[in-house]
C-alpha cells in the first residue's frame, strides 16, 4: 500500500513540476502580447504587439532555464525531496518527544 502511495505521490509531484513549466511559459508570453496590443490599439503601430511577443518569448525561455536549472542542480527528484524532507521531520519530532 505505501508502494502505491509513494509512486501516486511520485506522479502527482511530477504533474505539478509539467504544470508549472507550463504556467512559467506561457504567462509572460500571454502577458506581454496583451500590453503590446493595448499599446499598438491605443499608438497604432504593430511595432508594439511584435515587440510584446519577442520580449514575452525571452522572458519566458529566461524563466524556463531558470527554473530547470535549479532542477539540474538538485540529482534528487522533487518527489524523493519531500519523502526525505517528510522523515527528517518525522525524526526531528521523534528526539524532541523523547
Known amino acids: 500500500m505505501k508502494d502505491k502511495r509513494k509512486q501516486n505521490r511520485e506522479v502527482a509531484n511530477s504533474l505539478v513540476l509539467v504544470l508549472q513549466f507550463g504556467l512559467n511559459v506561457i504567462t509572460p508570453i500571454l502577458l506581454c502580447t496583451i500590453v503590446g496590443a493595448v499599446l499598438t490599439k491605443n499608438f497604432g503601430s504593430k511595432g508594439y504587439t511584435i515587440?510584446?511577443?519577442?520580449?514575452?518569448?525571452?522572458?519566458a525561455f529566461n524563466g524556463a532555464y531558470r527554473m530547470?536549472?535549479?532542477y539540474l542542480k538538485n540529482p534528487e527528484s522533487p518527489?524523493?525531496?519531500a519523502r526525505r524532507l517528510?522523515?527528517?521531520?518525522?525524526?526531528?519530532?521523534?528526539v524532541k518527544d523523547d
Do not use: F, M, P
Open 51 to 59: 515587440a510584446g511577443i519577442l520580449i514575452g518569448i525571452v522572458a
Open 86 to 94: 517528510e522523515e527528517e521531520a518525522k525524526q526531528s519530532q521523534e
Open 68 to 70: 530547470v536549472r535549479g
Open 79 to 81: 518527489g524523493e525531496r
